[in-house]
T-cell receptor, first 112, second 113 residues
Framework: SQQGEEDPQALSIQEGENATMNCSYKTSINNLQWYRQNSGRGLVHLILIRSNEREKHSGRLRVTLDTSKKSSSLLITASRAADTASYFC????????????FGGGTRVLVKP | NAGVMQNPRHLVRRRGQEARLRCSPM?????VYWYRQLPEEGLKFMVYLQKENIIDESGMPKERFSAEFPKEGPSILRIQQVVRGDSAAYFCASSPAAGTEAFFGQGTRLTVV
């Protein structure tokens, strides 16, 4: 699999349910970032978690990072129809800075 | 504080023409990154620039593609003699320093006909 590979590729849930998606990577990283992209739009930055951090929260979002397993998860609690989007994880493993490596994304559909 | 501004939003070019994509970073950001996204795929890194310097261009095709970030003005991604395979969304991002949050523009969707 590629660096920053998301799982599942697609997720369909009912409004109010939680959505969990995972990201696996292969090399050592400086940080891992999660982004949201609505269809045909730009990327919105959600959370950055550094390699020495294990968990971060932002509103209804919870991100975990397990560097021993080289994996991260994004949990969206109490999902809303407006959460329908593609979610990408991106790893920064470069010495120079923000050379982000993106996965293929998880397409989340939240049904009202 | 305006976000990262890219223009044009949509660009149509005939094969063999040149495409020039512009990116104005957020105020106070001196680090600019260009990414390309093919339909239904994630973004692929192309180039990382600081003012007047190319720091990492490992994702740039060897021919026809160039990027600059002059002391004054926006960053420019230039594609010469475009081919159909260049059709994609090109995103620019900026950050205030290396290893910090990158903020993305809305992208330029290039269509080569």
């Amino acid at each position: 699999s590629q660096q920053g590979e998301e799982d599942p590729q697609a997720l369909s849930i009912q409004e109010g349910e939680n959505a969990t998606m995972n990201c696996s990577y292969k090399t050592s990283i400086n940080n891992l970032q999660w982004y949201r992209q609505n269809s045909g739009r730009g990327l919105v930055h959600l959370i950055l978690i550094r390699s020495n951090e294990r968990e971060k929260h932002s509103g209804r979002l919870r991100v975990t990072l397990d560097t021993s397993k080289k994996s991260s998860s994004l949990l969206i609690t109490a999902s809303r129809a407006a959460d329908t989007a593609s979610y990408f994880c991106a790893t920064d493993e470069s010495a120079a800075g923000n050379k982000l490596t993106f996965g293929g994304g998880t397409r989340v559909l939240v049904k009202p | 504080n305006a976000g990262v501004m890219q223009n044009p939003r949509h660009l149509v070019r005939r094969r063999g023409q040149e495409a020039r994509l512009r990116c104005s970073p957020m105020k106070g950001h001196s680090h600019v990154y260009w990414y390309r996204q093919l339909p239904e795929e994630g973004l692929k890194f192309m180039v990382y620039l600081q003012k007047e310097n190319i720091i990492d261009e490992s994702g740039m095709p060897k021919e026809r593609f160039s990027a600059e970030f002059p002391k004054e003005g926006p960053s420019i991604l230039r594609i010469q003699q475009v081919v159909r395979g260049d059709s994609a969304a090109y995103f620019c991002a900026s950050s205030p320093a290396a290893g910090t949050e990158a903020f993305f523009g809305q992208g330029t969707r290039l269509t080569v006909v």
